[in-house]
């Protein structure tokens, strides 16, 4: 009884083996998996819509590619501790769509193309609601102003 029940373990794990193997493998007449079978029935996508352009200066438009920014869409920056005049200086990298290198990057000042790692250099002053702020110029244009 003892041999029977070993060579049926044996058996059973060899078909194992061979079942695994084959799963791996992706064997001959697998069928696709749920994921690549959506895959292929997917219509296309059409393409992205494309940005609308604001004025430089209005609201939700970032100042460095004059992108009119969605909901949730925000400038990256570094603000500074306020000096004596209660201003703070604000350091202005960009948007997400400069930012990954698709738009031109100008200064609103000199009209300088700025690189990756320019950024525009800003002031803020406070008021009532938000905060006013105040684009002095670019790394090139505004050195020892800003």
């Known amino acids: 009884m003892t041999l029977v029940a070993s060579i049926a373990a044996a058996a059973l ?15 001959a007449d697998r069928r696709p998996r749920s994921r690549e079978r959506k ?8 393409a992205p819509e494309p940005l609308h352009e604001g004025r430089r ?18 400038v990256a920056s570094k603000i500074f501790p306020p ?3 209660n201003e703070r200086l604000l350091h ?5 769509h400069c930012l990954n290198g698709g738009r031109r990057r100008l200064c609103p000042v000199c009209g300088a193309e700025l690189a990756l790692d320019e950024y525009l ?18 790394t090139h244009c505004s050195r020892g102003r800003g």
């Not at 895959?39 to 059409?46: M, V």
């Not at 438009?61 to 004059?66: E, G, I, M, Q, S």
């Not at 800003?122 to 670019?138: E, F, S």
């Open 13 to 27: 794990a060899a078909a194992l083996v061979v079942f695994i193997m084959l799963r791996l493998s992706g064997g």
């Open 39 to 46: 895959e292929k029935r997917a219509p296309r996508r059409a």
């Open 57 to 74: 200066g209005d609201p939700r438009v970032c100042p460095v590619c004059a992108v009119l920014f969605e909901r949730g869409e925000t």
């Open 83 to 85: 000096t004596a005049k």
């Open 92 to 96: 202005i990298t960009g948007c997400p």
């Open 121 to 138: 250099s800003a002031r803020v002053y406070p008021q009532r609601g938000r905060p006013h702020v105040h684009v002095v110029g670019c």
